[in-house]
């Protein structure tokens, strides 16, 4: 098996929360395109395949193309240390392998010690950062207990896939206009069913995000 990154170009992405974003600066991206977070990416690109599809290493090359890349706190680097000591960032990527590809997302930790650290984000093209998809992971859950026919015993619940099915827009909520307003899809399977539920996200005025486990007015 061989690794093959591919990295181009990044397209700088804008979170579905507030966060004190910045552009990348020469040596963030000298790091992004090395060799080492390459390897990194195919790696866990190749963990959640077993995670979220259940599919093992194929015997082919593995490559990635990137798709964004969300600045959450700048990157930091010491003379004569590869890894950053300090940064967080959110990376989307096309794992290309088997023959076919996924879309993954990946928020990485900068560890002062060490290599960055991985903190693993819904696949496909959610808008949600971490704190909120672990919050719609429930409640895409409990919509498949309440609604698609899941067994009341199961607890276990995997996003298989993400798509926002309605961009930033305007809408009216119980009589008020909020603006920002979107409409995912989560695909997901619960002890052997598959479905699909989705989940109205709020911007609200101190810069979160409230939900809503239902599609969104039009």
């Not at 990157?75 to 088997?98: D, M």
């Not at 199961?154 to 809408?171: F, Q």
Request: aromatic residues 8%; proline residues 9%.
């Amino acid at each position: 098996m061989k690794f093959k990154p591919i990295f181009l170009a990044i397209a700088v992405a804008a979170s579905s929360e507030a966060h004190a974003q910045s552009e990348p600066d020469a040596a963030t991206l000298a790091y992004l395109r090395s060799k080492p977070f390459g390897d990194m990416t195919v790696v866990v690109g190749i963990s959640l395949d077993k995670l979220v599809l259940g599919l093992d290493r194929c015997e082919g090359s593995y490559g990635f193309d990137p798709i964004s890349l969300d600045i959450l706190q700048p990157l930091k680097f010491s003379p004569g240390v590869a890894q950053p000591i300090a940064g967080q960032w959110t990376f989307r990527f096309k794992l290309n392998r088997c023959g076919g590809s996924k879309i993954y997302n990946v928020q990485w930790q900068a560890n002062p010690t060490g290599t960055p650290r991985p903190a693993i984000l819904p696949p496909g093209m959610s808008r949600a950062n971490l704190a909120l998809s672990l919050d719609m992971k429930n409640a895409v859950a409990s919509a498949g207990l309440r609604s698609h026919g899941v067994p009341q015993e199961c607890r276990s619940v995997r996003i298989v896939d993400t798509s926002v099915s309605m961009d930033p827009t305007t809408v009216t909520i119980d009589g008020m206009r909020r603006e920002g307003v979107w409409e995912e899809e989560w695909s997901a399977q619960m002890c052997g069913v598959e479905f699909k539920a989705p989940i109205c996200l709020v911007p609200t005025p101190g810069g979160g995000t409230d939900w809503m486990s239902k599609p969104c007015p039009r």
